[in-house]
C-alpha cells in the first residue's frame, strides 16, 4: 500500500544519510585541515 511505500521510501532516505554523514566524518578525521 501507500504507507508501505513511503515507509520503506523514509528507510532508504534515512539510510543514506547516515551513510553520507559517516562517510563525511571519515574524511573530517582523517583529512583533518586542523591537525
Do not use: D, H, Q, R
Not at 9 to 30: N, P, R
Amino acid at each position: 500500500g501507500k504507507i508501505t511505500g513511503t515507509m520503506i521510501l523514509a528507510f532508504a532516505f534515512i539510510e543514506s544519510l547516515a551513510i553520507y554523514a559517516l562517510v563525511i566524518s571519515f574524511i573530517l578525521l582523517y583529512a583533518n585541515p586542523f591537525k
